[in-house]
């Protein structure tokens, strides 16, 4: 059994523990249920659901870019807003991969490659994607696929997780190396059946038009991306193989279709900006630089703010400040309706300060302002936090991270930040706490240890000090048995 992926579960369900225990002051071990059962149940699909993001979030293809999480997250939201489980939690997140892939993990977790993104040409082809995603999970198709499987044992659920991942996330099984001999033959039955695309072809389409999007885009992509298998000539897109999709579904989804009014949808400018930041993170700067520059020169394909936003990110990397300052004036108007012109907008203001009588007051009053005009966009608070803490602006800062972290508990960077203010506040106790939450979010279990310890040593605090010596015995007993089981 692989002991590294107990431990990696076994840290997952601690996360949650010590995040409650810090954040709801919760007492004790959350209840793991009865895990002998025949079905799975909907805690269980979210366990192996987190099981597998935290093997996703460790790997090097998992885009850590809070812009594009965050669009994906909120077009997410609108499809299941009408899903049949409105209530069911999910998470959306990139991985940075060009093959033309996307897949569903238990409990709600959505994965769509970068490929995948700048294949589609509008909005509506990749809430066709995402909608018959999210269908396969409130229908629970992979919970329906793995509940002949005995799952008498925590253990066993680790294995389904490994397997699932590596069927969905990588189908070549190129990860093979990380699963056993078991999981793999969990994994040949992990294929979605003609009946599971079918229900998932139905109600995506249902949702995709519910959601207001144009439903002709689901046909029309699928059939794109059948085209496209031919030209690669047995190079079948990784969504196919998981996926197979016949003529007959097509067929199927357009005979929809046409019973649908004709609804004719234009894509919001955060969708065009997400793929121009993609376009944009692909090329090194001078070749974004010329890309941009001929995309915008040419004046005919794709969205020309979405290019000149390309252009200035570009300008930004390459330190030509006062171009961007220029080629960004057009962009002006949309501060206060977009957030990522709104970021980059306050990226260029931090970046051009020598034209600034005071930039400090210029710079507190536009993140003031932004993350008011949109408190759910993570990058302006990041980039907000930073400039509190440049200005030494130390109690502000607290009071910031301290809200963020209460409405996003598992995001590590909020953690850095704190424990980078909690340093400059002179509170070692309370950085080194910080730090310990951001390390066990990154599945750092040993970094996490050493950093309680270190907080358990530096404070007297009644509340910090009982709650690290709970988390603290627990990290050591989970250090222990992963000690144990190398033996
Ligand atoms: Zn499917």
Redesign the pocket.
Known sequence: MNTVIILRMKIVLLITLCLYALLCHAEGLPDLGDISQDAISPQQERQIGEQSMLQIRADKSYLDDAEIADYLNILGATLVSNSSEPGQAFEFFAINNNAINAFALPGGYIGVNTGLILTTQNESELASVLS?EIS?VTQHHLARMVSGQKVDSLASLAIIAAAILTARSNPDAAMAGIIGVQAGGIQRQLN?TRV??QE?DRIGLSNLQKSGFDARAMPVFFERMQNATRLLEGNTPPYLRT?PLTSERIADMANRVQQMPFHPVLSSLTYNLVRAKLQYMQKSPTEAIKYFNAALGSQKHGNQLAQRYGLVLSLLRNNQIPRAVQEFSPLKKFVTNNPMIAALSGQLLRANIQTQKNPEQGAIEFYRSATQNFPQHRTLVYDYAEVLLKYKRFQEAATLLNQQVIAHPDDPHLYELQARNYAALGKPQEEHHALAYNYILHGNLRGAIEQLELAKHSGYDFHELSTIEIELKQFREIAAAQEKNKH
Do not use: L, V
């Open positions: 018959h396969h979605f599971h695309e998932a996926h």
